[in-house]
């Protein structure tokens, strides 16, 4: 029973996998980090990302502008940068390896065992992308949270909180990790199946033993 599931287990990891990648890759560029309400114009809504600062108002759509220089951003943006571009490099390799692993490609039909490698390796690819992702957002949700508590901002002053970014970057770290845990899972139920050449080769071999025998005084 274990078997019939094994390829829809991996191709829902696949699947699994490949929605957390677009999420996280999704994450790095949306503008929606942190949001920011002026009291004093409610038609303004500031956002912040990893590239950009925007401003949307009702009547002119939304207007951004990138950020000058990397080294003047906050040390959790500049390292979010980083981590989310490691995030959907690993995931993306994580793709590569574990698609050329699935049983229900023909390709290396009879090489399991270095099938079975490129899904274990494929699947700890996306365990190290999920983490890589849920850090930094879970790094900026921190620091927001500090900000908006912090008792020696007067009141007067406008406090940032979550953006939309930050849960979209959450699920596609979730994603990740759940995909390549589908797929990691996979591998206990495989088994190695001899090819039929292999069985053509038993045959014979067992026909010959048994005329000698037959032949025999």
């Not at 019939?4 to 677009?22: A, F, H, N, R, T």
Request: proline share 5%; net charge negative.
């Amino acid at each position: 029973m274990a078997l019939v599931y094994q390829p829809v287990m991996q191709l829902s990891g696949i699947l699994v996998s490949l929605l957390g990648w677009v999420l996280s890759c999704l994450t790095t560029y949306l503008p929606q980090w942190k949001n920011l309400n002026l009291e004093l114009n409610e038609l303004e809504i500031w956002t912040m990302g990893l590239w950009q600062a925007c401003v949307v108002q009702e009547e002119g759509g939304m207007q951004c502008k990138d950020f000058d220089s990397f080294l003047a951003l906050p040390p959790e943006l500049r390292i979010s940068r980083i981590l989310m571009f490691f995030s959907n490099g690993s995931g993306l390799l994580g793709l590569l390896l574990s698609g050329f692993g699935l049983d229900c490609l023909k390709i290396g039909e009879r090489q399991q065992e270095q099938k079975k490698r490129l899904l274990l390796f494929g699947g700890m690819l996306f365990w190290i992308s999920g983490i890589t992702a849920i850090v930094p957002v879970s790094w900026v949700a921190h620091s927001t949270v500090q900000e908006f508590w912090d008792e020696n901002i007067p009141d007067i002053v406008p406090r940032w909180d979550f953006g939309e970014a930050l849960f979209v970057g959450w699920l596609a770290g979730f994603c990740l990790i759940l995909g390549g845990s589908l797929l990691n899972c996979t591998i206990c139920f495989t088994e190695v199946h001899p090819s039929p050449v292999h069985y053509a080769v038993a045959e014979q071999q067992d026909q010959c033993q048994r005329l000698e025998t037959e032949t025999r005084p």
